[in-house]
Nanobody, 115 residues
Framework: QVQLVESGGGLVQPGGSLRLSCAAS????????MGWYRQTPGKIRELVAH???????NYAAFVRGRFTISRDNAKNTLTLQMNSLKPEDTAVYYC?????????WGQGTQVTVSS
């Protein structure tokens, strides 16, 4: 069965960086479209970044130029490098995989940007 486990969240000061990882099991990350969403209390979950199985990437306007999505095929892991973090980036970040029109989600990892 498919399992996605995020890690790498935490507390960081504005302007700092974090690297989120999503370890996948029961699937091969390079075979499927995957990405990251985020959610804050009272808001709907919003797309942050997406990568297709062919490697094409897409970013939300509010992270473009600051975040980078990538895959580590050897580790079967999806990553999100987040630079120049802002307080408004504070959210729970979720990894997802689109497998044959079914979405699989991780449990989320908290990112807090605060001084």
């Amino acid at each position: 069965q498919v399992q996605l486990v995020e890690s790498g969240g935490g507390l960081v000061q504005p302007g700092g960086s974090l690297r989120l990882s999503c370890a996948a099991s029961g699937m091969v990350v390079s075979f499927y479209h995957m990405g990251w969403y985020r959610q804050t209390p009272g808001k709907i979950r919003e797309l942050v970044a997406h990568i297709t199985n062919s490697g094409r990437t897409n970013y939300a306007a509010f992270v473009r130029g600051r975040f980078t999505i990538s895959r580590d095929n050897a580790k079967n892991t999806l990553t999100l490098q987040m630079n120049s973090l802002k307080p408004e980036d504070t959210a729970v970040y979720y990894c997802y995989a689109d497998i044959r029109a079914t979405d699989y989600w991780g449990q989320g990892t908290q990112v807090t940007v605060s001084s």
